[in-house]
């Protein structure tokens, strides 16, 4: 048998074998906030029943959606700037030693600023626009992007780089047929856990000052003790970011079907 | 077909010495190596683990420069020789990310040749090879032997006349061994290569080889070379030929020597 085919969209079988047991685990969680909220009468402006919220967040959906497009704008414009400055970080301090000794000390104290005690003053700078949003978000992604990305570059195979070079390559020819290549997968991880930070970092550039977005409705919602509201608007940040996270999942499989074949991701699976 | 005693000289070594710095201590590696192969001879080198082969391989291929000794390739000096002869280093090194046939061109690729030509060519060559229907494979689900095999293949595709290998068949079962020695003499045959072949194996060296040089432990010299006049072509049963154990003999002693 011929095991070289790259991991086919799953069937329903192998989904439900995947993603059932968190589905169930979900639906139970639900199932008994439910119960305790009916049995103990727990007040809805203290802790809505999950039914309650779906309700919410239907009746809302009107009010919702041009907060939600606001905040998947800046999410993604943000991320974009991320990834691009990312990237270009990464390549420089691949490129010197002495920019790495520079730029790294630099990059882990960038990270190590409370974004939320930074956000107003980017209000105070840049105003109420799309610009500090980006900045929030952007401050919050690249630097798992810079890491993963550099590590992978660092880490490519020094024996492979001998091969390339024993076949008279040049430095070009090794970095893209080789470094790039092998940068991929640690690029990725980078990337995802970047996208996972994205929407959070959006929300809180909304809160210190914004007259739309989901960080702004869950605010208005919360001052009004709509606390249904709240946590409707938690889901759907929870529902963007789990689609942004799965939608980098699936471009990474397209990418580097040579890292997802069969054979590795049985031997995931026996661990 | 016999060893190839008028062929011109293929490659040469000109006592070729070797330091490495090892935590900032010296250590000589090879020292005043000296051999040659002619066009078309297939050469063995057999010594034990540690004596230089492997450095040997890579100061020939143009990785490594040597302190002292000069390579000449076609009785020429060759200064800048990457690119100038194939190798195929001792672990098979295909690139994960390619397939099988993108691994084996790449050779032709890095010189800028045509890729649609490389691929028709490599595409042909890959039954013998014993890689039929896995063009487009990646190297993660390929057995050791067709890595291994697939690794020969990208270095025969080099189209270069001199190719090392460098213990391409250590890492493998007995029997998958011998099927691939008498595969390469066949493939060696009709390709016409010139061929320097590392090994630990005495069987192999002489199954396989013209001459074998016998290397001392570190730091490696050449401490005699085993000519080894067995008729060509070969077949597997020559080994339980009474001419076959007297040249095992000799190489078993030849390595024994304190
Ligand atoms: N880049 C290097 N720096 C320092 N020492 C090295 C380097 N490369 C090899 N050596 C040393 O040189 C000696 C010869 O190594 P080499 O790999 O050539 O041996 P070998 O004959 O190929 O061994 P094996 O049969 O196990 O492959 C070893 O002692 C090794 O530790
Ligand atoms: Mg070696």
Redesign the pocket.
Same mark, same amino acid.
């Given at each position: 048998m011929r095991r070289n085919a790259p991991v086919k969209a799953p069937g329903i079988g192998q989904a439900i074998a995947e993603y059932g047991p968190a589905v169930l685990l979900v639906a139970l969680v639900f199932a008994a906030w439910e119960v305790a909220t009916a049995v103990w009468k727990i007040q809805a402006w203290l802790l809505p029943a999950p039914s309650a919220i779906a309700k919410a967040a239907v009746d809302a959906r009107g009010l919702l959606g041009p907060h939600l497009a606001q905040t998947v704008l800046e999410t993604l414009v943000g991320f974009g700037a991320a990834l691009a400055v990312g990237l270009l970080m990464a390549l420089l301090i691949d490129l010197s030693a002495t920019l790495r000794r520079a730029l790294y000390p630099l990059l882990v104290v960038s990270q190590t600023i409370p974004i939320i005690a930074v956000a107003p003053l980017l209000v105070i700078w840049f105003g109420y626009g799309l610009l500090p949003k980006v900045i929030v978000v952007g401050l919050v992604c690249f630097f798992p992007i810079v890491v993963g990305t550099a590590d992978g570059l660092r880490s490519t195979d020094p024996d492979l780089i001998a091969l390339l070079q024993s076949m008279g390559a040049t430095r070009r020819q090794v970095f893209f047929k080789v470094r790039v290549p092998a940068s991929l997968p640690g690029m990725f991880t980078g990337i995802k856990v970047a996208i996972t930070y994205s929407v959070v970092g959006a929300i809180i550039g909304e809160w210190v000052g914004a007259s739309r977005g989901l960080g702004v409705f869950m605010l208005r919602a919360s001052n009004s003790f709509r606390t249904d509201w709240v946590f409707a608007t938690i889901a759907v940040v929870s529902a963007l970011s789990l689609a942004l996270f799965l939608a980098v999942v699936g471009i990474e499989r397209l990418a580097l079907p040579w890292f997802y074949t069969k054979a590795r991701e049985e031997t995931w699976e026996e661990m | 077909m016999n060893s190839c005693p008028d062929a011109p000289c293929k490659l040469e070594l000109t006592g070729i010495t070797k330091w490495?710095k090892?935590d900032g201590v010296p $250590?000589k590696?090879l020292e005043d190596v000296r051999l040659h192969a002619r066009a078309g001879e297939f050469v063995s080198l057999i &010594?034990p683990? &540690?004596?230089?082969?492997?450095? $040997?391989f890579n100061i020939i291929c143009g990785l490594l420069e040597p302190d002292e000794g000069q390579v000449l390739l076609d009785g020429q000096v060759a200064s800048r020789r990457a690119g100038l002869v194939g190798y195929m280093p001792?672990k098979d090194l295909l690139l994960p990310w390619r397939s099988v046939l993108d691994n084996v061109i790449l050779g032709p690729e890095l010189r800028g040749e045509n890729l649609q030509e490389s691929r028709r060519e490599a595409k042909e060559l890959l039954p013998l090879f014993g890689l039929e229907g896995f063009a487009d494979a990646y190297p993660a689900v390929l057995s050791g032997g067709m890595k291994q095999r697939a690794a020969l293949l990208r270095t025969f595709l080099t189209h270069r006349e001199v190719l090392l290998l460098d213990?391409p068949f250590g890492a493998l079962d007995a029997l998958t061994r011998m099927e691939l020695q008498e595969w390469l003499l066949g493939v060696w045959e009709r390709f016409r290569k010139t061929i320097l072949f590392v090994t630990?194996d005495v069987d192999e060296a002489v199954f396989l080889s013209d001459r074998v040089y016998v290397l001392t432990p570190?730091p &490696?010299r050449v401490r005699t070379v085993i000519p080894v006049p067995l008729p060509r072509p070969r077949a597997r049963s020559i080994i339980a030929s009474p001419e076959f154990a007297t040249l095992r003999y000799q190489l078993l002693e030849a390595l024994a020597l304190r």
């Open positions: - | 490495f090892v $250590l590696a &010594g683990s &540690g004596c230089g082969k492997s450095t $040997l001792q213990e630990h570190r &490696g």
